[in-house]
């Protein structure tokens, strides 16, 4: 099996000179992390790959294209896909940058809402999905990369249903506050694209909660522990704090281009305190808080001056974007404002440099600073954090973590700090300074054990084992699915039983689940086909509800079938009265209702059903997830009342109904089984009131349950057109059996072949 890998970048950059092609491994980012991973991969043998990206250069020469994918492919395991720098314009500077980005890291005043970006975000996503559907095979994995290929895994889904897709996002996921931001086609295309993944992968339990109740509040589809059914298919969100290479940062000083990085930067630093902050230039790594909190150190702490030095190191990023020039030129002011302040001819209070740092320079960096100072206001992990502990392998040193990092979550013996607090930072920073040694230590040896028992290897790992697991988990829901077999031997054993009940459910079952009760109300197709049904003679037609007794009279008592209301509670048999199985009382009622009235007033849009013997809250037109929330409480609450009273609790779809004790759908089902011997039993159901069916009726029995889901059924059907093309099927089989092979009737006269 191959992995393919899909990110917007390749992890190299291409510069044309003179029709000559130079390539430049990437230096931090998405391909800096995952190069660790792919090494392994390299190494070990045991996976190939392929990564598909953006090799950030736009080529018209057709042959130039040609050599660049050779290279690529011979060299990095790469394939690139191009485009034209208005397109890349548009896509990454245009709605990666300037809508996407700013509203993930909360920062919704920067946002723009440009639809011709947007036009061209589906347009890049759409050319990805063609570079992979003409590269992999039916066996390949694909794991889609961050917040630029958001449509992606449903283009792919669209194309190749059968590949395990994976995508995991590098930034933080927004509140559903939020994400709601985004015109309302966008968001329910970006939730539905990412919906088209098997597994769904994010930094920290945060941004997959956030995901889930965008997805709630969106789409409307619920969770059960991170999983949910998307158009038919188990889709799973789970947390995967991504890890770094640790040994190679931790052994680093092995390395001699460290060595001497390191001895030159401590002949800059002289015995002076370092404090480390190194950032990409943006916005959202609060690097304007932190250098106005350092002068309030300097401020409140004269005794530091000449002891300590802040080395800046700000790395250049998406200049062309004016809110980043804006910031580089803010930056420039506070430093020279503050080493103008604290200066001396013998001490220069911060060490500024606008560059990108290379490995050996970086972790030189790391080695010398006694403190490292990272403040985001708002980042999806921060591996420059867990890069800086692992590099400390004496032990000491101190690292200062903004509590709104993902990082923070891991690294709990960091000194946290809220990054939008001035005073909080600089209060920090003399903690920092004055830690003793044995505290240090204790500190960054746990932080260390942590992140090299889950490094980035184990977490490429640990994504694409729960992968394929969620793979698996499909394949089993699909081997319960009616496919061709299991539909034909249904038919048979149909046409050739002498007596045949068939138990239906209605509601999700035979019509969709409607806002308002009385939008289900059958039509003129779906009586025709109950009513074909039931006028074979062999065949016992029962709708088994949990609606009212009235409302299924009105609508169905015309019919020659029998009916169940109130998930058992009422029976009506054919030509006879509606009777109770046994004597119920409703007492209970009277007590009852107040409580579930106020959980209607509670929540605008839930109502309170009164039946016979049933009191049922309804929730389907409410918020959901508030409504979820009211739901949990209300059923604990009649849980909590029914252990003196002889009643239970059912929990339906979008309802929770409160019913006489014993009574249920499997009771009913086998008080009619008992009046006669049916050789052939078929029930179907789409929510757990009807499990009770199920698990009642005998094992030679066809039970089907609409949806994907956990079941004491033994098929699934997808939805309910399904289970009308299924009906339709056995009302047709006899004469399409007798068309088919016209020879039976020549044979055994007018005699039924059924009969033999």
Request: with cysteine.
């Amino acid at each position: 099996m191959r992995l393919i890998i899909v990110s917007n970048r390749l992890p190299f950059t291409v510069v044309e000179k003179e029709g000559e092609l130079y390539f430049k491994e990437s230096v931090g980012g998405l391909a800096s992390s995952l190069r660790a991973y792919t090494d392994y991969l390299k190494t070990s043998g045991e996976t190939d790959y392929l990564w598909v990206g953006w090799p950030e250069i736009a080529l018209d020469d057709e042959s130039l294209k040609e050599k660049l994918k050779s290279k690529a492919f011979s060299e990095f395991h790469a394939y690139p896909v191009f485009f034209s720098e208005k397109t890349m314009e548009k896509f990454y500077h245009g709605f990666c940058n300037r809508t996407l980005w700013p509203l993930f890291h909360y920062f919704p005043s920067y946002a723009i809402y440009d639809e011709d970006y947007w036009q061209h975000y589906r347009l890049v996503n759409e050319a990805f999905r063609d570079a992979i559907t003409e590269i992999a095979g039916p066996n390949d994995m694909i794991w889609v990369h961050d917040y630029h290929l958001l449509l992606l895994p449903r283009l792919i889904r669209e194309e190749m249903p059968e590949n395990p897709v994976g995508f995991f996002l590098h930034t933080p996921f927004p509140s559903y506050e939020i994400f709601r931001l985004l015109p309302g086609k966008w968001r329910k295309e970006l939730l539905e694209g990412l919906l088209g993944a098997d597994l769904i992968g994010f930094h920290t339990h945060d941004y997959t909660e956030y995901f889930l109740r965008c997805v709630l509040r969106i789409l409307g589809y619920d969770h059960e522990m991170g999983e949910f059914i998307g158009e038919g298919r188990i889709v799973k969100a789970d947390t995967f704090p991504m890890g770094i290479d640790f040994r190679r940062f931790y052994h680093s000083m092995r390395n001699p281009e460290v060595k001497r990085e390191k001895a030159k930067v401590k002949r800059t630093l002289t015995d002076s305190k370092v404090i480390l902050s190194v950032d990409r230039l943006d916005y959202t790594k609060g690097i304007l808080n932190r250098l106005q909190a350092y002068e309030m150190f300097l401020d409140c702490n004269p005794q530091w001056h000449k002891k300590v030095i802040l080395v800046l190191v700000v790395v250049p990023s998406r200049t062309g974007v004016e809110h980043y020039q804006q910031m580089k030129r803010q930056i420039d002011e506070i430093v020279g404002g503050i080493n103008g302040r604290f200066s001396s001819l013998d001490w220069t209070p911060i060490l500024y440099q606008y560059t990108s740092l290379p490995f050996h320079s970086l972790a030189a960096h790391y080695s010398v600073s006694d403190v490292a100072l990272i403040t985001p206001l708002r980042d999806g992990m921060n591996l420059i954090a867990k890069e800086y502990v692992a590099t400390r392998k004496d032990g000491r040193g101190v690292l200062i973590l903004s509590e709104m990092a993902g990082a923070s979550q891991e690294l709990g013996e960091a000194i946290t700090i809220n990054p939008n607090n001035k005073e909080e930072i600089a209060e920090a920073l003399k903690q920092a300074l004055e830690m003793p040694r044995e505290e240090q230590v204790r500190r960054i040896q746990i932080m260390q054990r942590r992140l090299e028992q889950y490094d980035v290897v184990r977490w490429g790992e640990d994504f694409l084992s729960h992968l394929l697991s969620v793979k698996e988990a499909q394949n089993r829901f699909d081997a319960k699915i009616i496919g061709p077999d299991i539909r034909e031997q249904l038919i048979r054993d149909y046409e050739k039983a002498k007596r045949r009940a068939i138990f239906l459910d209605y509601d999700g079952t035979l019509v969709p689940l409607a806002w308002h009760a009385e939008w289900a109300k059958p039509g003129d197709e779906t009586l025709s086909l109950i009513k074909s049904l039931s006028q074979d003679p062999k065949t016992e037609v029962v709708l088994i509800s949990g609606r009212d007794k009235n409302t299924l009279q009105k609508w169905f008592g015309g019919l020659s079938i029998d009916l169940v209301a109130e998930h058992g509670a009422w029976i009506r048999e054919k030509n006879e009265d509606w009777k109770l199985i046994r004597p119920l009382s409703a007492e209970w009622k009277s007590q009852l209702l107040p409580m579930l009235k106020r959980y209607a007033d509670r929540v605008p849009g839930s109502f309170v059903e009164v039946k016979d013997f049933s009191v049922a809250w309804h929730y389907r037109r409410s918020e959901p997830g508030l409504a979820s929330i009211r739901a949990k409480e209300l059923t604990d609450d009649l849980i909590h009342f029914a252990a003196n009273v002889d009643i239970q609790v059912l929990q339906g779809s979008k309802v929770v109904e409160v019913g006489s004790g014993g009574v249920n759908k499997g009771a009913a089902a086998m008080h009619l089984i008992s009046k006669g011997t049916f050789d052939f039993i078929l029930a179907v159901g789409d929510d757990w009131t009807d499990e009770d069916l199920f698990k009642a009726l005998p094992e030679t029995a066809y039970s089907i349950r609409v949806g994907l889901t956990s079941s004491h059924a033994k098929f699934n059907l997808h939805d309910h057109t399904e289970v009308i093309q299924l009906l339709e099927q056995l009302t047709k089989t006899i004469e399409y059996r007798k068309r088919r092979f016209p020879w039976l009737t020549r044979v055994f006269g007018k005699r039924s072949p059924n009969s033999l």
